[in-house]
């Protein structure tokens, strides 16, 4: 399959954005967590400094969220999971609102009422949720209403291997199936769910293994690769505009960071990180676009300076940003009705 | 001269949404059995002959799927009227329900609308034992982000449906099979009465006074209304005057009229079909003893509900756990004893 230069020219900018802003967001997040400035006895305080609350960031998993969101516009719908940076990155969230909302601040996509986990954009058909598995019921629901309204928008369930063992993985395959819903389900197999590995908790090897259940293509991509998650997307994304239904993917991805920030991580050898960051997919990329002459080091580097600025300037608008009103709290409970939450109380 | 139409619940309620849905190409309707069974207990009957299986879809038994599907059809655009025949069939997908349904438009900041209505049989009386007779009602109005409708008769139950429907926000609407009207059940008479032929929205959050009186005033909904009448009808001819109240709505919930008449009458006798504990009946009593400052009580707060125990099949076990007319009549007399101990004395 043929990639042209401007597809493979993004994913790379994408990627190398997500690692930045992961990375940013990995040091910004400790801030205020750790002794001597938190209650005396506790080595980590996960309500403390500018970002509280449970940080899960995707270091590593890029490859998955670009290759797949490299086929999308903006009427294209993705649901993301409880670790949605990177997809609502791929998706052209802007960073500005997406970095707020995880600061709580009123400039924020929820004006601070959602935090990290629940990033909502209608503009670019963007959603997520905190809950394993919950992203699939709801992207079928885009994927009926795109298909009610004779549209050839497709869209996207995106989920860990952990939550091919919900009930909603089973029900949201069968309901696509059987109503022929143009959504594709993508799985990012980093192998851990928390501490859990695959083989001790998935009865089949493959999660894709388990599309035949349902009568439906499913395609595995073994590497941690975004030019393969592109090309292997191309087919049930095709697939899906056609009307013919829904398709699982499954990408092999490497997550580099604990399952969230302050995760001790002692259920993992102790190099397993060191030994993933062997193989890393932004490296892998610069050097394909290199041995094409797609990119040059002078054009590499004005790339990824652009990239940092945008999540330099995002965290900057963040912290800049004031916090809502305190009452705000008891607005937006129900749309055009603020008055009513405030009569509750 | 025109004579007026009679129409059961279920007739009504069906009639609501095919109004809607003619007016509205957004709407449409899906569940188990909705299409050609027309709903178990008759909510969309003809709805499938009148628009077609693509805007009336019989799902799979996979609530998790079809409900979290309303969801994201709801931010997408489309008014889902979702039926999941029974209340307590909602344990299989509660997440989608208060995780998500219920959530995402105050964690998008009011950004996500849902305009969602999800329908669903309430109420015992008919010994289908504790997984089929629930109302739980106050399990959804406790949980933010939900409307909750609970009508007593189809004229009503038909206004309030059109307002659910048009409403930007997610509504439930619990209908209890006691009143539905249906041809294999018994009902509550009171339940069918006039319907109008021409839509209609009833506003949510507005009680309705079904009776007026000086005595007691009878906080209620649903089949419970129904059975309120009765008792009322009974206590006048013992010269006592209740005031029954339906309530209509749970969220949003009418608390001034609930004030206003128990500030008349003095007297509050709370008739509930859902569980005694943490639940509606409570709630009225706190919002009571919130206003005492303006609200005078000749006699404590009472309250009539379904003791804390799991609903039984055999019938005079239910009978006893469900409160019925007789003791909605005998809750209210002793309401009244400190009257009728004067009536005698005088």
Known sequence: ?345 | MKTERILTMAQAISEAIAQEMARDNTVFVMGEDIGSYGGIFGATGGLLDKFGKERVMDTPISETAFIGAATGAAAAGLRPVVELMFVDFFGVCMDQIYNHLAKNTYMSGGHVKLPVVLTTAIGGGYSDAAQHSQCLYSTFAHMPGIKVVVPSNAYDAKGLMTAAIRDDNPVMFMYHKGIMGLPWMAYLEGSSNAVPEEAYAIALGQAKVMQEGADLTIVSLSQMVQKAMLAAYELQGQSIHAEVLDLRTLVPLDKEAILKSVRKTGRLLIADEDYLGFGLSGEIAALIAENLDTVVLKAPVMRLAVPNVPIPYSRPLEQFVIPQVADIVKAAQALLVGKLAKAVAA
């Open chain 1, 1 to 345: 399959m043929q990639i042209d230069k401007e597809k493979l020219l993004w994913m790379y900018e994408k990627m190398v954005e997500i690692r930045y802003y992961e990375e940013t967001m990995a040091a910004v997040y400790m801030e205020g967590k750790l002794p001597p400035v938190i209650q005396k006895g506790l080595a980590f305080d996960i309500g403390g400094g500018p970002v509280p609350g449970e940080m899960h960031l995707a270091a590593g998993q890029e490859p998955v969220a670009v290759g797949v969101c490299a086929h999308l516009s903006d009427d294209d719908t993705v649901v993301g999971t409880h670790r949605p940076h990177h997809f609502a990155i791929a998706k052209g969230v802007p960073l500005d609102a997406m970095t707020a909302e995880m600061f709580g601040k009123v400039t924020g996509l929820g004006k601070g009422k959602g935090g990290h986990m629940h990033l909502f954009d209608n503009a670019h058909k963007f959603s997520c949720s905190g809950i394993v598995g919950a992203s699939m019921p709801i992207a079928c629901g885009a994927a009926l209403a795109a298909k009610k309204m004779g549209e050839n928008w497709v869209s996207i369930a995106f989920f860990g291997e952990g939550a091919a063992n919900q009930g909603a993985f089973h029900e949201s395959l069968n309901l696509a199936a059987v109503w022929k819903l143009p959504v594709v389900f993508v799985c990012e197999d980093n192998q851990w769910a928390i501490s859990v590995p695959k083989a001790k908790a998935t009865s089949v090897q493959w999660v894709t293994d388990r599309a035949a259940g349902y009568g439906i293509p499913g395609i595995r991509v073994a590497d941690n690769d975004a030019v393969a998650v592109f090309e292997a997307t191309a087919p049930a994304i095709a697939r899906a505009r056609r009307g013919d239904g829904p398709s699982l993917i499954e990408v092999r991805t490497d997550r580099y960071f604990g399952h969230f920030q302050g995760d001790p991580e002692s259920y993992r050898p102790k190099d397993e990180v060191a030994h993933l960051r062997q193989r890393d997919p932004i490296g892998l990329m610069s050097k394909l676009l290199k041995q094409r002459s797609l990119l040059s080091a002078d054009e590499e580097a004005a790339l990824v300076s652009k990239a940092q600025q945008r999540v330099t300037r995002a965290f900057a608008f963040a912290a800049d940003s004031a916090y809502p009103d305190a009452q705000d709290a008891l607005a937006d409970v129900f749309v055009q009705d603020h008055a009513f939450a405030r009569a509750l109380v």
